[in-house]
């Protein structure tokens, strides 16, 4: 049966807000002002941002990011895979020793160390190769996130001088992520740890640098030791889907009430913890719940699809198995549908937030709400069914 959807990348590409050279080079004058404004060093004017380049291929990927266009079934299949448990489970055991200081000094456990190692670079064997610094200029000059990626620049600025890094060396993701485990700049010079005890921070080429800076930004972020990210459970035939989603949170008592069990049909257990019910592929999905450290992944990348793949990775590298209920073949629906699909939810009185094409969970909770209204199961899915009653033909 195919009944999920691939949200087909292309449509919301937009051009560069700088369509011309001077329109970059009034941009660079103004990340020179900033320059001189945090006391950096004439040089990095001079040498640096003078030779920075306008890279179109940046704002591409930044419009058109997986997270974001693709289903949870396409995004879990291309990264939770074989090659990776097995990978996973190899370096849990070559890096053991590493690994259980870090788990008894932040209170994480390897296996989710290994796993955010595996999503973020496929365990080192790709950390990028793009220009952090003109990656990071690009999105600094595109209106989107201006802000944001202006102070990530001058935080890369601060790298360079205080590890005296050549500025040609500094390479990593479109986004400016550089290292093991894709640290933006600011989380480097605030997170980063020297694990293997040389003297220096090196996030590019030392593993036990790399793991332990995770192990100290997990902590950081508020990770709960002695705790999971969250399970696989199963649902109730009558189960009210309009209390699924991350703003919905009972307790575990709660949610058996309602019907929530453990996959394999036992109770939950009846712990003092708040927990969330997902169902990213709909009700015919997967079901999850999730727990704090679940927020504190979301905390490192706002993906749910990131965050349930970090969960669901670790707990395979930790000697798992495969989830019972895997997300069912896809079909394609284009990201314009799903901003029309926002644009008539929001017509109608349910706030998706403004049309972007994302299903974001303020997207789910408005579709929900619109869902429950017209009778339709309320899991937050976009289905044929949903989509035909908003007028839109996705199919």
């Given at each position: 049966?195919?009944?999920?959807?691939?949200?087909?990348?292309?449509?919301?590409?937009?051009?560069?807000?700088?369509?011309?050279?001077?329109?970059?080079?009034?941009?660079?004058?103004?990340?020179?002002?900033?320059?001189?404004?945090?006391?950096?060093?004439?040089?990095?004017?001079?040498?640096?941002?003078?030779?920075?380049?306008?890279?179109?291929?940046?704002?591409?990927?930044?419009?058109?990011?997986?997270?974001?266009?693709?289903?949870?079934?396409?995004?879990?299949?291309?990264?939770?895979?074989?090659?990776?448990?097995?990978?996973?489970?190899?370096?849990?055991?070559?890096?053991?020793?590493?690994?259980?200081k870090l788990t008894d000094q932040y209170g994480v456990p390897g296996r989710y160390l290994v796993?955010?190692?595996?999503?973020?670079?496929n365990f080192g064997s790709y950390l990028g190769n793009m220009s952090t610094l003109n990656s990071?200029?690009?999105?600094?000059?595109d209106q989107r996130r201006s802000d944001f990626f202006t102070s990530e620049l001058i935080h890369?600025?601060?790298?360079?001088?205080?590890?005296?890094?050549?500025?040609?060396?500094?390479?990593?993701?479109?986004?400016?992520?550089?290292?093991?485990?894709?640290?933006?700049?600011?989380?480097?010079?605030?997170?980063?740890?020297?694990?293997?005890?040389?003297?220096?921070?090196?996030?590019?080429?030392?593993?036990?640098?790399?793991?332990?800076?995770?192990?100290?930004?997990?902590?950081?972020?508020?990770?709960?030791?002695?705790?999971?990210?969250?399970?696989?459970?199963?649902?109730?035939?009558?189960?009210?889907?309009?209390?699924?989603?991350?703003?919905?949170?009972?307790?575990?008592?709660?949610?058996?009430?309602?019907?929530?069990?453990?996959?394999?049909?036992?109770?939950?257990?009846?712990?003092?913890?708040?927990?969330?019910?997902?169902?990213?592929?709909?009700?015919?999905?997967?079901?999850?719940?999730?727990?704090?450290?679940?927020?504190?992944?979301?905390?490192?990348?706002?993906?749910?699809?990131?965050?349930?793949?970090?969960?669901?990775?670790?707990?395979?590298?930790?000697?798992?198995?495969?989830?019972?209920?895997?997300?069912?073949?896809?079909?394609?629906?284009?990201?314009?549908?799903?901003?029309?699909?926002?644009?008539?939810?929001?017509?109608?009185?349910?706030?998706?937030?403004?049309?972007?094409?994302?299903?974001?969970?303020?997207?789910?909770?408005?579709?929900?709400?619109?869902?429950?209204?017209?009778?339709?199961?309320?899991?937050?899915?976009?289905?044929?069914?949903?989509?035909?009653?908003?007028?839109?033909?996705?199919?």
């Amino acid at each position: 049966m195919i009944r999920s959807i691939i949200f087909t990348a292309g449509l919301l590409a937009s051009p560069l807000i700088f369509a011309q050279d001077n329109d970059f080079s009034q941009c660079k004058a103004r990340i020179s002002e900033r320059v001189a404004a945090e006391n950096l060093p004439q040089w990095i004017v001079q040498d640096v941002v003078a030779n920075l380049d306008i890279q179109p291929r940046v704002i591409e990927l930044d419009r058109n990011q997986p997270e974001f266009t693709q289903t949870f079934g396409d995004y879990l299949g291309k990264r939770v895979t074989t090659f990776r448990v097995m990978q996973g489970r190899l370096l849990l055991s070559q890096y053991s020793e590493l690994l259980k200081k870090l788990t008894d000094q932040y209170g994480v456990p390897g296996r989710y160390l290994v796993a955010f190692w595996g999503l973020e670079t496929n365990f080192g064997s790709y950390l990028g190769n793009m220009s952090t610094l003109n990656s990071l200029a690009t999105l600094a000059c595109d209106q989107r996130r201006s802000d944001f990626f202006t102070s990530e620049l001058i935080h890369a600025f601060h790298i360079l001088i205080d590890n005296e890094i050549d500025p040609e060396d500094m390479r990593g993701s479109w986004a400016g992520a550089v290292g093991h485990t894709q640290f933006m700049p600011s989380s480097y010079r605030r997170y980063a740890v020297d694990g293997d005890g040389d003297g220096k921070i090196d996030l590019w080429n030392s593993v036990p640098d790399a793991l332990t800076s995770a192990a100290n930004f997990l902590q950081s972020l508020g990770w709960h030791a002695q705790e999971r990210w969250g399970r696989e459970v199963r649902l109730a035939d009558n189960f009210p889907y309009e209390q699924a989603g991350l703003r919905n949170r009972k307790s575990l008592r709660e949610w058996q009430n309602l019907g929530v069990t453990q996959i394999s049909g036992r109770p939950l257990p009846l712990e003092d913890m708040q927990a969330a019910v997902m169902v990213p592929a709909g009700h015919e999905g997967p079901a999850f719940l999730v727990y704090d450290n679940f927020d504190v992944i979301m905390r490192w990348n706002r993906s749910e699809s990131y965050a349930l793949s970090v969960g669901y990775l670790a707990d395979r590298i930790g000697g798992a198995g495969t989830l019972e209920n895997m997300p069912l073949e896809d079909a394609q629906i284009r990201i314009a549908d799903i901003q029309l699909m926002q644009e008539q939810l929001n017509a109608r009185g349910f706030d998706s937030g403004e049309p972007d094409g994302v299903m974001g969970s303020q997207t789910r909770a408005a579709l929900r709400e619109y869902q429950r209204s017209e009778g339709l199961i309320p899991d937050g899915f976009p289905d044929s069914g949903t989509l035909s009653s908003l007028g839109i033909d996705g199919y």
